[in-house]
């Protein structure tokens, strides 16, 4: 039988947690599904990451119904991707905020990865019917954006190129405490796809110059505590660099994409394949590597029709 393209054969549910890593402050997780970041402040909520569909973003408004009555104003989005923003209708925010690159991406690629997504990962558009369409921000920034709840104070900013070149964090300071998006990973494969490997490293450390006392990743358990927070940091950078050095050495040398795949696997497997969605990840990680490695710097667009060339041909 042939193998399943990316998570098509996926379709167990996940145990959902809602753990507090700071007061007040909510990481919505589900053991490697995207997560979703939840900020209460005085008067009102902010959303980080908004889930695919309004039908699982609906599951993250039953949690914190049950820790506050406070309405969502804000939804924040992390970066483009569809997992992590075609839900975003279900919280009835009056504002969502994302980087200017971000919507830029939006605008580029947005609906070809919408597509693609829906194809790779069927059971993470679950009540896809419900999506109204695209999701647009009604704010947007290059650098840093400061957001106040009241008296607690949100700082959105743009640190560096790495899981896509628009990604933002989300910092509280009186906290101390961090949501990241797909910029750190726990125990979950990094998708590199549309990254930017020799950024990711710098963005790391300008996180790890932060301090955070906790991290919302993008997948995988809350961080909570210097030494989780510290192993997650360098977990991800691991991760990342481990992918790219050996497609970059095949590179070098003329070989060809499936080469570089072996060599990825290689290297990759021994440490990561336990790792949630690492086989989903896998292919479009080994292609984004290859093509940096070339000198491509800006991702090339996935489509539907792109995801089975590359399939197929790593399949020879």
Not at 58 to 72: A, H, L
Not at 229 to 237: K, Y
Not at 264 to 286: G, Q, S
Request: proline letters at 4%; charged letters at 25%.
């Amino acid at each position: 039988m042939a193998k399943a393209f990316a998570s098509q054969g996926d379709m167990a549910e996940k145990n959902i947690s809602f753990t507090e890593i700071g007061r007040d402050l909510w990481a919505f997780t589900a053991e490697g599904d995207p997560n979703t970041g939840v900020i209460i402040g005085d008067d009102s909520v902010m959303i980080i990451d908004a889930q695919a569909t309004p039908r699982l973003a609906n599951k993250v408004v039953e949690k914190i119904r049950g820790v506050t009555d406070k309405p969502i104003k804000h939804v924040v989005l992390s970066h483009y991707h569809a997992v992590r923003v075609l839900g975003a209708s279900a919280y009835d925010a009056s504002e969502i905020i994302a980087s200017d690159t971000c919507r830029a991406m939006i605008h580029e690629r947005g609906q070809e990865d919408w597509d693609s997504e829906f194809g790779r990962f069927p059971r993470l558009f679950e009540g896809h019917e419900s999506i109204p369409g695209l999701t647009w921000p009604s704010q947007t920034f290059a650098k840093k954006m400061t957001v106040h709840l009241g008296k607690r104070q949100i700082d959105l900013m743009h640190l560096g190129r790495a899981h896509t070149a628009g990604d933002i964090v989300a910092f509280v300071p009186d906290e101390q405490v961090m949501f990241t998006g797909d910029i750190v990973e726990y125990h979950s494969a990094c998708y590199c796809g549309d990254g930017h490997f020799n950024d990711w490293g710098n963005t790391l450390d300008k996180i790890a110059g932060f301090a955070p006392s906790a991290i919302a990743p993008g997948r995988g358990d809350a961080l909570v505590g210097d030494n989780m927070v510290t192993a997650a940091i360098e977990n991800t950078r691991d991760f990342v660099m481990s992918t790219y050095r050996p497609a970059a050495m095949v590179a070098a040398r003329d070989g060809t994409l499936k080469d570089a795949w072996d060599a990825v696997r290689d290297v990759c497997d021994p440490k990561f394949a336990d790792y949630a969605i690492y086989e989903h990840c896998l292919p479009f990680n080994v292609a984004r590597a290859f093509d940096e490695a070339k000198g491509i710097d800006t991702p090339r667009i996935w489509t539907a029709e792109r995801d089975l060339d590359m399939w197929n041909a790593l399949q020879g």
